[in-house]
Nanobody, 115 residues
Framework: QVQLVESGGGLVQAGGSLRLSCAASGSIFSINWMGWYRQAPGKQRELVARMISGGSTYYADSVKGRFAISRDNAKNTVYLQMNSLEPEDTAVYYC?????????WGQGTQVTVSS
């Protein structure tokens, strides 16, 4: 069974930074991508950033230039460095892994940005 464990959320003032981590455990192979989604109250879950297995990345327009995704393949861990945080970034952030058997989701970690 594959599990994702997230860490690094919290409360930060606008302009501050946070780093989220997501470690995948279990018998994993043929990962297509790992990434991060977020869901704010009353809104749909949206893709924030994704890293494809070959290393290419995707960012939502709202976070380009502020967030950076990286991955440690040896540890099956993906990171999201979030800089210049804004109150609009407040949401529950979910780690996502897509592999040969489909999607796996983390439990979510709360990020709150105060103005």
């Amino acid at each position: 069974q594959v599990q994702l464990v997230e860490s690094g959320g919290g409360l930060v003032q606008a302009g501050g930074s946070l780093r989220l981590s997501c470690a995948a455990s279990g018998s994993i192979f043929s990962i297509n991508w790992m990434g991060w989604y977020r869901q704010a109250p009353g809104k749909q879950r949206e893709l924030v950033a994704r890293m494809i297995s070959g290393g290419s990345t995707y960012y939502a327009d709202s976070v380009k230039g502020r967030f950076a995704i990286s991955r440690d393949n040896a540890k099956n861990t993906v990171y999201l460095q979030m800089n210049s945080l804004e109150p609009e970034d407040t949401a529950v952030y979910y780690c996502n892994l897509h592999w040969v058997w489909g999607d796996v989701w983390g439990q979510g970690t709360q990020v709150t940005v105060s103005s």
